[in-house]
């Protein structure tokens, strides 16, 4: 009786390891596709800023007033955005990093005003150009 129960403890808490993992890989695919969309409103954002004001601006800059709601970083909580224009406000490089690497995410992403997104295992570091495309 006694193996049968500790048979019987061993096959739940087997279960629910494995239950644990796929819930953390799911998480972790949520958020990485939540990322991907993040960077993809980034660049819509700047586009738009960039017809009207004729460069390109940084985060604290890109979603001002009523398009505050707008931000990743509102709705996002796996990933931490940041975007920096050149000095000449022609071109910009945004990035997409895991708030806790493996907890919340596995890949970094990198974008561009190409609107081009590169991705890549970076253990929580920045993606870059490097970095193969997403398709």
């Not at 500790?6 to 087997?14: E, N, P, R, T």
């Not at 819509?44 to 009523?66: A, C, D, I």
């Amino acid at each position: 009786m006694i193996r049968w129960l500790s048979l019987a403890i061993g096959v739940v808490s087997l279960v629910t390891l494995s239950a644990c993992v796929v819930y953390q890989e799911s998480s972790i695919a949520s958020n990485e596709a939540a990322a991907i969309k993040g960077l993809q409103v980034i660049y819509h954002q700047e586009q738009m800023k960039y017809s009207t004001r004729k460069k390109y601006v940084p985060l604290t800059e890109l979603f001002e007033g009523e398009d505050a709601m707008l931000s990743p970083e509102r709705y996002i909580l796996g990933y931490r955005f940041s975007v920096k224009p050149k000095d000449d406000g022609k071109s910009y490089e945004a990035w997409a990093s895991p708030v806790d690497y493996r907890r919340t995410g596995r890949r970094s992403f990198y974008q561009t005003e190409k609107g081009v997104i590169h991705s890549a295992d970076k253990q929580g570091g920045e993606a870059t150009a490097a970095d193969p495309e997403i398709k």
